[in-house]
């Protein structure tokens, strides 16, 4: 078997990932698959030459380079243990737990920046309860369950930038600061403890790193929405808080965008 790396520079996301596994699903010659997003680098390993690999992965124009051919023995592990099925499960269900608080709590005081990290939380949410309904199925069914959360974020981005503009438009309420950093809190600590799981789980394969990526976006919307509950209250504007909900809900239509992609 051979061990041939990969450079794929514009590959920073899951979406990306999950393009290249179907550009590559069909060639019998590729027996397993190494992401790693973070350093913008894949290990394919594979019989005979591996030119076709990297004439197919050049069509996805995500600025590929063939850096080094080796020989090797390692055997790629493909199964999908019970221990990481628990793991996405966690998330999963913290994840919808705290689009629900957000939710709740966004509605009552009146903060856009809630709402929009609810929604975000949501559409992770049926990401990941889709993916698990996903494993072990056929290609077919893989692609439409993609093309479904992909239609399902649109829509969430949609409707959020509507009332983001609606709310821009007319006289509103200030937002209840002190509810946005409470809840913004409970959210970012619930995130941060499932990134530590994911994190000491140390798996390289698609769904976790997935999952990994996915959870650290949400810390950093977390943060924003501290952030903008303290410009709220410093400013006495609601504008801040309109922003991170616009910004929010740029992301999710961003991942949309990404999904609907590597659905086609």
């Not at 023995?73 to 913290?94: A, C, M, P, Y």
């Not at 609601?238 to 740029?250: E, K, M, Q, R, T």
Request: neutral net charge.
């Amino acid at each position: 078997m051979e061990k041939t790396i990969f450079n794929i520079t514009k590959m920073d996301c899951p979406s990306e990932e999950q393009l290249i596994r179907m550009k590559l699903q069909d060639f019998d010659t590729v027996k397993g698959l190494e992401f790693d997003i973070a350093n913008r680098k894949l290990d394919v390993y594979h019989d005979g030459n591996p030119e076709p690999i990297f004439l197919a992965l050049g069509t996805l124009n995500l600025n590929t380079t063939l850096v080094s051919t080796e020989k090797s023995n390692f055997v790629v592990e493909t199964d999908t243990s019970n221990k990481q099925r628990k793991l996405l499960w966690i998330v999963l269900i913290i994840n919808f737990l705290f689009f629900g608080l957000e939710m709740l709590f966004g509605v009552f005081s009146g903060s856009m920046g809630l709402v929009a990290d609810s929604l975000d939380m949501l559409a992770d949410s049926v990401v990941y309860a889709l993916a698990l309904i996903a494993v072990g199925g056929t290609i077919a069914l893989k692609n439409n369950i993609a093309r479904f959360a992909g239609y399902f974020q649109v829509l969430l981005a949609i409707i959020g930038f509507v009332e983001v503009i609606r709310r821009c438009m007319g006289i509103e309420a200030m937002p209840d600061f002190k509810t946005m950093i409470v809840v913004s809190v409970l959210a970012l600590i619930a995130n941060v403890f499932c990134l530590y799981l994911l994190q000491k789980n140390k798996s390289k394969e698609a769904h976790m790193q997935a999952s990994m990526i996915f959870t650290s976006n949400d810390v950093i919307i977390n943060s924003g929405v501290i952030v903008a509950g303290l410009l709220v209250n410093w400013l006495n504007s609601s504008y801040p808080d309109l922003i991170i909900g616009a910004i929010v809900f740029v992301i999710v239509a961003r991942g949309a965008y990404r999904i609907l992609k590597l659905a086609k």
